[in-house]
């Protein structure tokens, strides 16, 4: 895995049944899209992922290593993600993203 540039997008085409791995700091989290292209968990258009409580995916408090605005993720008319690391933990994603 790689790191991600904060603030810079990294945008992944998607497909149907896809799945891939993104580290936020040193935990990994799967992302998953079902047969008709729908984010699984998130939910359409602009999703985050962090701490804090008015997020789509919140991760326990007591991991201190993932901000509190970590991960943005943009779904591009159901034909790609923007992935935007917005922390000061990092992200990673697969180096073939990049």
């Known amino acids: 895995m790689e790191r991600t540039l904060k603030g810079e997008s990294v945008e992944i ?16 989290c799967n992302i998953r899209l079902d ?14 992922i962090d701490r804090g409580s008015s997020n ?7 991991t201190c290593d993932i901000s509190r605005l970590h ?13 935007v690391d917005m922390s000061a933990h990092d992200t990673y994603v697969l180096l073939k993203f990049l």
């Open 13 to 28: 085409t998607i497909y149907p049944d896809m799945s891939f791995d993104v580290m936020l700091s040193e935990h990994k």
């Open 35 to 48: 047969d008709k292209l729908q984010l699984i968990v998130l939910v359409h258009g602009r999703n985050t």
């Open 56 to 62: 789509n995916i919140i991760i326990d408090h007591s």
């Open 71 to 83: 991960l943005v993720i943009k779904n591009d008319n159901n034909e790609v993600l923007h992935l």
